[in-house]
């Protein structure tokens, strides 16, 4: 399974990357900033693109058989989680 995620460089982010990698899972992280993404795994592609940007993140999501964000609110922003909405947009299922 190929799958797109947002959210990696967080602590429930690695959990994923790490419990698909290991199953066998093609990952594509989406990060705003590839350095602060300190794991790595021969099945993980980084990609930096900004998430509020659709048609940056529309390459990453193409292809994909599931996208799963674990996006949270930074500085306690609820604007952040209005990305859920650029991702479902980008990933044209809307």
């Known amino acids: 399974m190929k799958i797109t995620l947002f959210g990696a460089t967080g602590g429930t982010g690695g959990q994923v990357i790490q419990q698909a990698c290991e199953a066998g899972h093609e990952v594509t992280a989406v ?4 350095a602060r993404l300190t794991r ?15 048609t940056a993140i529309a390459p990453a999501i193409a292809g ?8 949270g609110p930074r500085e306690h922003s ?7 909405e650029d991702i479902v947009r980008a990933s044209g299922l809307e």
Not at 64 to 71: I, M, N, R
Not at 78 to 84: G, S
């Open 40 to 54: 790595s795994h021969p099945r993980l592609t980084v990609v930096q693109a900004d998430v509020i940007d659709p």
């Open 78 to 84: 609820f604007a952040d989680m209005r990305r859920t």
């Open 64 to 71: 994909s058989d599931a996208v799963v964000s674990v996006l």
């Open 31 to 34: 990060v705003r900033d590839a």
